[in-house]
């Protein structure tokens, strides 16, 4: 796990590509079906959602996860529980930021329906941010991470 803000940056940098991608994908394939030309609009939007998830976690819900991780629980306690706790914190903290953020951007002929495409947004990603970022992305992320920078 990073331990200066060097790596940190390049591990937010990275778990952003991977979660936002992802996240971005599946919103696609929901809205229009699946097909491989969401692969490309994912790719597309990736640049404006990557950078937008990136200013929020590395400067803001990431130090949130972290005081609240250790508000509950022992820096003592085993990492990987450490690890787990900090990644549901996050999720819950980005998936309503970031549908809110998605439905803002792409549902703009609806304005009048914001906050109910929002809440339904935010709804149908929670479960697929959480068991994407447990049980794909946090572990693809951390495995790339290490193989990065060896020493830790």
Same mark, same amino acid.
């Given at each position: 796990? $990073? #331990?200066? %803000?060097?790596?940190?940056?390049?591990? =937010? &940098?990275?778990?952003? *590509? @991977?979660?936002?991608?992802a996240?971005?994908?599946?919103?696609?394939?929901?809205?229009?079906?699946?097909?491989?030309?969401?692969?490309?609009?994912?790719?597309?939007?990736?640049?404006?959602?990557?950078?937008?998830?990136?200013?929020?976690?590395?400067f803001l819900?990431?130090?949130?996860?972290?005081?609240?991780?250790f508000?509950?629980?022992? $820096? #003592?306690? %085993?990492?990987?529980?450490?690890?787990? =706790? &900090?990644?549901?914190? *996050? @999720?819950?903290?980005?998936?309503?930021?970031?549908?809110?953020?998605?439905?803002?951007l792409?549902?703009?002929?609806?304005?009048e329906?914001?906050?109910?495409?929002?809440?339904?947004?935010?709804?149908?990603?929670?479960?697929?941010?959480?068991?994407?970022?447990?049980?794909?992305?946090?572990?693809?992320?951390?495995?790339?991470?290490k193989?990065?920078?060896?020493?830790?």
């Open positions: 796990m $990073p #331990k200066t %803000k060097l790596e940190d940056f390049i591990y =937010t &940098i990275i778990m952003v *590509i @991977v979660m936002v991608y996240m971005v994908f599946y919103n696609i394939i929901n809205m229009e079906g699946p097909s491989n030309h969401a692969f490309l609009m994912a790719l597309k939007e990736l640049p404006i959602m990557g950078l937008i998830a990136f200013i929020l976690e590395f819900i990431g130090k949130i996860a972290h005081k609240i991780t508000k509950i629980m022992n $820096p #003592k306690d %085993k990492p990987i529980f450490i690890t787990i =706790t &900090i990644s549901c914190i *996050i @999720v819950a903290f980005m998936c309503p930021i970031m549908s809110l953020i998605g439905s803002l792409f549902n703009y002929n609806e304005a329906n914001i906050i109910i495409n929002w809440l339904n947004l935010a709804i149908k990603n929670f479960p697929m941010a959480l068991f994407w970022q447990l049980f794909y992305a946090g572990p693809l992320v951390r495995l790339i991470f193989h990065i920078f060896k020493s830790n």
